[in-house]
Every structure is written in C-alpha cells, then in structure tokens.
C-alpha cells in the first residue's frame, strides 16, 4: 500500500476516535445529567402536583428558549475559541471570552429588568402569578451567561470540565429542590432554591475559567464574529422555538391539569434531543477546526460518528415509549398523570427533530445558511397551527409531529451527499 494513503487512514482512524471519545464522555455526563433531571421532574411532579408542576414546567420551557437561543452565543464563542487555540492565539481567546462574559452580564441584566416590566402582561398570558415571573426572571438573567461558558470550554475542548460542571448544576438543583418540597414548602421556594444553586454554579465555572486563562488579553476585531452570529442566532431561535413553543401555548390555551400531564410528557420525549444537544455542541468545535483546514474527509466522518450516537439510543427509547406508555408513565410520574396517548406520538416527532438538530449544527459549523429561511417559515408554521387548532393536546403533538417530519424530510434532501456516504459506510 502506498505509505501516503496509509497514513491518511491511521489519520482518519485517530480523529475518529478522537471525536467518538468526546462524544462518549460528554454522553455519559448526559446520561447522568439525564437520570438526575428525571428524578427532580420525578419528585417534583409527585410532590407539587399537575397544576404547580405545569407551572414549573413552563417556566423551565422558557428559560430552555433561552437558554437554546443564547447557545447560537455559545456555538460562535466556540468556533471562534477554537479557531484561535489551533493557531495558539492565547490573548485573542481570552480577549473573546472576557468580552462575551460582561457584554452578556449586562445583556442579561438588561432582560431582568424588560422582565419586571413585563411581568403581569406575561403572566396574565401563562395565567399564572407575576411574582413567580419576577422571581425566575433572575435565572433567566443567569442564564445569559451559561453559553459563553459552554462555548469556551467546547472551544478548548475541555469536554471533561464541561461534564462535571453541567453535572454538578443538575445534582445541585435535584438536592436543594428536593429539600425544599419535602420540607413543605411550595412553587416560589423551589424557584428560589434553583437560582440558589444557579449562583453557586455559575462561581464554579467561572473560577475554573480563570484558572485556564493565565495570558494577557489582547484586543481583537469582533466584525467577522459578528457576522457569523447572525445566521447561528437565527437558526437556534428556531431550533428552540420547535422544541418548546408547543408547552408555553398549551399553558395559555389549556387547563393547570392537561398543561401538568403535557409537561411530564414533553420531559421523557425530550430525553433523545438532550442527547443531540450534547452530542452536537462536540461535533460543532471538531467541525469548524477541520472544515477550516480543509480536513473535509474527517468532517463527514466526524458527521458520521455524531449521528450514530444520537440515532442508536434514540430509537431504543423511542420504542420503549412508543410500546410501553403505560409502563413508564406510572413508573416516573404515578397515575394521577395520564400521559399514556401523548407520549408515543410526542417521542417520535422529538426524535425526528433531534436528528434535524444534528443537520443543523453540522451545516452552520461548515457555513451552509441556504435552510435558514425553512426552518424560520416552518417554525412560524407550527407556532400558528397550535394556536388556531388547539382542539386537544394530541392535536397539539400532531401539529409537532407533522412539522419535525417534513423538516427531517427536507434536511435529508439537503444533506443528501453526506446520508448517502453516512449509510454506505
């Protein structure tokens, strides 16, 4: 054989694992991350019942908005982070990473306050108290800042201290919650115990940061970062939009009790697309350095490994509650939820959509912006068919179902070169 192809192969195999490594821890900690936020919801939907927990749920709904939008932050803090390391350009990626952190430190706190402002017209539409608005609108302020963290250490891929960290937040949450409703207290004094341990996180992460950067910051020209937010900002709006725009109208449109079982079942058919959340914020940074040193080979393996992650485990949990509803729902949740009709339909339609997430994060990290303007029109199109068709909730999940359907449809149009190379390989 000839030496220059076998070393391209031993390359080709290293990067594999390479990437296939970080995909796997990261989805460990998921997995753990997973387990814990089943339990929280687990305890929390027992001990606060369908009405409150409808309301928390919602709440986290919108902070998941957020927090999924605010990622398009995160995904160009880290190609950029990862652009500069390669190239050992250590002032200009702590120069970006302490301009994000205030910039959005402000930006948030800015929120907080349109948040005051706004409260009783938002909770008049959510139909809920405007002080439990005010209060969670300071983990809304904090959350502005959890991207920029994300993005640094996926720049660096630092993917081990990405784990603990998103770890420790999830067990941190599950205990002081947990201590709160056992002790007797209600809905406030569970929102007051997670941005308790918010705060407490957020001092972690941002002194495991300041342990990593050691150089001096030098200015940089933030025009060309920029322009590729604009695109990635967009796309993640939409990205979450698709998944959590369905709960905030069920909660204006619906009853305390039907908006409880649609929580607890939007939270087990969700398990997949955290799984293609985690998996695609490694595929991002490993993308973007090999697509920007012309590496394209390794870019559709790295493609390849991604998706094989995310389909596998997302079709065996998808079986399991698309077969056995029943089984599962009285296991995490008790019978006072009936959740056994949603939650088929509602896990596949999720599963579809997670695969698109994938799409979605593989196409911004190599610049091909030509799907935007769908997944903007099809994310509008679900927004106005669940508010002039909220017959029921499973009218709701059909709407869904339909829409992630024929995106799936479309990205594998659209990414047909590399699905042909993915199921040929």
Same mark, same amino acid.
């Given at each position: 054989?000839?030496?220059?192809?076998?070393?391209?192969? $031993?390359?080709?195999?290293?990067?594999?694992?390479?990437?296939?490594?970080?995909?796997l821890t990261v989805?460990?900690?998921?997995?753990?991350?997973?387990?814990?936020?089943?339990?929280?919801?687990?305890i929390?939907?027992?001990?606060?019942?369908?009405?409150?927990?409808?309301?928390?749920v919602t709440?986290?709904?919108?902070?998941?908005?957020?927090?999924?939008?605010?990622?398009?932050?995160?995904?160009?803090?880290?190609?950029?982070?990862?652009?500069?390391?390669?190239r050992?350009?250590?002032?200009?990626?702590?120069?970006?990473?302490?301009?994000?952190?205030?910039?959005?430190?402000?930006?948030g706190?800015?929120?907080?306050?349109i948040?005051?402002?706004?409260?009783?017209?938002?909770?008049?539409?959510?139909?809920i108290?405007?002080?439990?608005?005010?209060?969670?609108?300071? $983990?809304i302020w904090?959350?502005?800042?959890?991207? $920029?963290?994300?993005?640094?250490l996926?720049?660096l891929?630092?993917?081990?201290?990405?784990?603990?960290?998103?770890?420790?937040?999830?067990?941190?949450?599950?205990?002081?919650?947990?201590?709160?409703?056992? $002790?007797?207290?209600g809905?406030?004094?569970v929102?007051?115990?997670?941005?308790?341990?918010?705060i407490?996180?957020?001092i972690?992460?941002?002194?495991?940061?300041?342990?990593?950067?050691?150089?001096?910051?030098?200015?940089?020209?933030?025009k060309?970062?920029?322009?590729?937010?604009?695109?990635?900002?967009?796309?993640?709006?939409?990205?979450?939009?698709?998944?959590?725009?369905?709960?905030?109208?069920?909660?204006?449109?619906?009853?305390?009790?039907?908006?409880?079982?649609?929580?607890?079942?939007?939270?087990?058919?969700?398990?997949?697309?955290?799984?293609?959340?985690?998996?695609?914020?490694?595929?991002?940074?490993k993308?973007?350095?090999y697509?920007?040193?012309?590496?394209?080979?390794?870019?559709?393996?790295?493609?390849?490994?991604?998706?094989?992650?995310?389909?596998?485990p997302?079709?065996?949990?998808?079986?399991?509650?698309?077969?056995?509803?029943s089984?599962?729902?009285?296991?995490?949740?008790?019978?006072?939820?009936?959740?056994?009709?949603?939650?088929?339909?509602?896990?596949?339609?999720?599963?579809?959509l997670s695969?698109?997430?994938?799409?979605?994060?593989?196409?911004?990290?190599v610049?091909?912006?030509?799907f935007?303007?769908?997944i903007?029109?099809f994310?509008?199109?679900?927004?106005?068919?669940?508010?002039?068709?909220?017959?029921?909730?499973?009218?709701?999940?059909?709407?869904?179902?339909?829409?992630?359907?024929?995106l799936?449809?479309f990205?594998?149009?659209?990414?047909?070169e590399?699905?042909?190379?993915?199921?040929?390989?």
């Amino acid at each position: 054989m000839d030496p220059e192809r076998a070393k391209n192969k $031993i390359d080709l195999r290293i990067f594999s694992s390479d990437i296939l490594k970080n995909i796997l821890t990261v989805s460990y900690n998921s997995l753990a991350i997973a387990i814990l936020t089943l339990v929280f919801h687990l305890i929390m939907s027992r001990k606060l019942g369908p009405g409150d927990y409808g309301t928390l749920v919602t709440l986290l709904s919108i902070n998941s908005i957020v927090l999924l939008s605010l990622s398009a932050v995160g995904f160009v803090v880290a190609r950029f982070i990862s652009y500069y390391r390669t190239r050992e350009q250590y002032d200009n990626m702590k120069f970006l990473a302490q301009w994000a952190f205030m910039f959005f430190l402000m930006l948030g706190l800015a929120g907080f306050l349109i948040n005051i402002i706004l409260s009783q017209f938002i909770a008049d539409f959510l139909n809920i108290d405007h002080n439990l608005i005010i209060l969670f609108g300071i $983990i809304i302020w904090i959350s502005f800042l959890m991207p $920029i963290i994300d993005g640094i250490l996926r720049g660096l891929q630092e993917f081990r201290y990405l784990g603990r960290y998103k770890l420790a937040d999830a067990m941190l949450k599950l205990i002081t919650a947990a201590i709160i409703v056992y $002790i007797g207290f209600g809905l406030k004094s569970v929102i007051a115990a997670l941005i308790l341990s918010s705060i407490i996180i957020l001092i972690i992460s941002v002194y495991i940061l300041k342990r990593i950067y050691i150089t001096k910051p030098h200015r940089i020209k933030l025009k060309e970062i920029y322009k590729f937010t604009v695109p990635v900002f967009i796309s993640m709006i939409c990205l979450a939009a698709l998944s959590n725009i369905d709960l905030v109208l069920v909660k204006h449109f619906f009853d305390e009790i039907k908006t409880g079982n649609f929580a607890a079942a939007g939270i087990l058919a969700k398990l997949v697309f955290g799984i293609a959340l985690g998996s695609a914020g490694v595929l991002f940074p490993k993308i973007v350095e090999y697509y920007s040193n012309g590496r394209n080979d390794e870019v559709r393996k790295n493609l390849q490994d991604t998706l094989k992650i995310v389909i596998t485990p997302g079709i065996i949990i998808t079986l399991l509650f698309v077969l056995f509803p029943s089984l599962i729902t009285n296991l995490f949740f008790g019978r006072q939820y009936d959740i056994d009709k949603l939650l088929p339909l509602y896990s596949i339609a999720l599963f579809f959509l997670s695969i698109c997430a994938i799409f979605i994060i593989y196409n911004l990290a190599v610049k091909k912006y030509a799907f935007i303007p769908i997944i903007v029109a099809f994310s509008g199109i679900l927004t106005y068919q669940i508010i002039i068709a909220h017959k029921s909730l499973m009218s709701v999940i059909w709407a869904l179902f339909a829409v992630d359907f024929i995106l799936l449809v479309f990205f594998a149009f659209y990414n047909k070169e590399e699905l042909i190379t993915f199921f040929s390989s």
